[in-house]
């Protein structure tokens, strides 16, 4: 067992280990998470990104003792791993959440509201202003076997809220929600992290990780591949500029400059690759030749870009989205 | 406590909306019929007759209840992951399990008792007198339902839940007639005496439950003996629910 400090950060993960017995021979057995060992700092809003089958939600399934490591431990708010206490200050979001069909969402947090001893006037008053910050306040009373995925994501994470929690775990959050849903759940984000919460959130949508995590873990095949600050991770200086010309035909680029690199059409359009040193040059011979420069844009590396020349593609079972 | 509570309430108002007290209409629908159609026949006999269908029908929709039900107590959140964001909060998995069987008994509760009422107005309609022994049956009844729910959890954490379905049917059924298990060293010669005191302790006797003749009939049932089937039914009861603990805190909730 780690030992208890009241300094420690929100979250210190030692070597946790755990695999999944393979259908019902004994012995054999499919690692699912190796050696995980991770420090959030409090406040810090946390991405664990990997590919489906990568260990994300095995990790935060071990943090919240629904399953039992094959090694090594955590300490979560001070606390050990899978204590009380440490729920007492924990919310959560499941991936693809499911909650009672019978009940409605005011009923249902003022269930979870129950579970954390809340009083009857503290339980109503919270769960009028989470369904309000979610934006299911309109359904509030409607029983949830007649709600839409997008809807149960917004409970969910209205659900993980209710004991103002100071460390918040999220599995793929944004899964299901349109695109004002997933803008509303950044703002959420961004709002605990304000309050003072730490939000450790698993995705595999990589955009959401870069506009929100001030800190990254990526995991493939159960292991940490890469960890810390996303200016540690990606090189934030510019790798080259893409210019954007009309009144130039292919084959006017070849001889262009020799800073050039490629291009693409973008109908009557060009998109050139060139090197920030070279700019100057190449927009003068754009001019030279007839053409027009219509824009110019810096290249900076993406976490999408990271991944595909860190890992390549996706290995057989998993998944990466750029987007969605 | 507050947390248990928090769970038996929240199970209480889950077999309400999934319409598990329907059955009540089934047992409405019986003690009318029955009623109706024993008028004719001599005051000793339709009463008897009422009072043992009204226990009959308590005991065969209690079990089905306690029985099916039971099983997906557990094991259908399980299976739809709806107690995971539920156990991250600060509620055990001993409490989550606890509330889960009292909600249910709670249930089974309300289900008999409204039964009960039913079976006395069928009676008091008829003008065949309120027979308060008939209540002796109803509680020997209800701690049944009560070991019946109690291995329901067991084997549906432990098994899945077809198997759970069947095995606690079969452990019901078994139970009901355990002076079969009694006899089976006549029936099978080989059969080693310690094996039959095994099967005996291990297998639910349901027939220590099984008052309803004694009080149709007007055997007396003294409160000695329903003292025993209580500390019967708790211990039993008690066992297993512990082993369900003990099941339950091992299972990993993938």
Redesign the interface.
Known sequence: MLPVTEAAPALDIRGLSKS?RIGHLRGKRRPALRDLTLRVPRGAVFGCLGPNGSGKSTTL?LL?????PDSGDAVILGHPMGA?AA??S?????EN????D??TPR?YLD??G????LSPGARRDRARELLDLVGITPAADVQMRRFSKGMLQRL?LA??LV?RPELV?LDEPMSGLDPLGRRSVREIILKLKAEGSTVFFSTHILPDAETLCDEVAVLRGGSVVAKGRLDQILTLDVSHMEVLVSGLAPPDVSGLAPGVETFRSMGERLVLHVPEKQLGGVVVAVEQRGGRVLSVQPVRQSLEDFFVAEMGQPAKGEAWTAGA | M??VA??AH?TF??SV??RVLYNLLFFAVIMTVSGLLLGELSIRQDAKIIKDLGLAAMDLFGTLIALFVGVGLVSKEIE???L?????????RDEFLVGKFAGLGFTLLVNVGLMTAGLYATLLALRRGADPALLKAVFAIYLALLVTVALALLLSIVTSTAVASVSTLCLVIAGRYSDVILNLGDVVPGMPAWALRAFMILIPNFRNFDLKDRVVYGDPVSFGDLGWITAYAAAYTGTVITLAVIAFRRR???
Not at chain 1, 64 to 68: H, R, W
Not at chain 1, 90 to 94: R, V
Not at chain 2, 84 to 92: E, F
């Open positions: 999944y399934k919240l003792g629904l399953i039992f009380r729920r007492q924990l919310g959560y979001l499941p959440p499911y909650f009672y019978y009940l009923e269930y979870a129950r579970l954390f001893g969910g659900q993980a004991n775990f | 507050r947390r928090a769970v929240n108002r889950e909306r999934e739809r992951r709806s995971h964001p539920l156990l991250a909060k600060p509620v055990s990993e909730l993938t």
